[in-house]
């Protein structure tokens, strides 16, 4: 397939609030904030990991494996 040009949006899947609150619940999913500690403390999903984008490389070691991740932004 062909490559995306940088700066373009990936084509990622999305996921609707129930939906994902459902698969939290049921532990079938890791969640990651990719926001900065300032945004993750004012406000979060509970149980949601915060990996802030720009330490997504040093830190990958810190998601779990054997279950999808969702990572939110907003």
Do not use: F, W
Not at 13 to 30: C, H, Q, W
């Amino acid at each position: 397939p062909p490559r995306q040009a940088q700066g373009e949006p990936a084509d990622v899947p999305r996921m609707s609030i129930e939906d994902l609150r459902a698969k939290l619940n049921r532990g079938e999913v890791t969640v990651v904030d990719v926001r900065d500690n300032a945004s993750y403390q004012r406000d979060h999903i509970p149980g949601a990991l915060n990996i802030p984008m720009a330490s997504t490389q040093s830190m990958i070691d810190l998601i779990p494996k054997g279950k999808p991740v969702v990572t939110y932004c907003t």
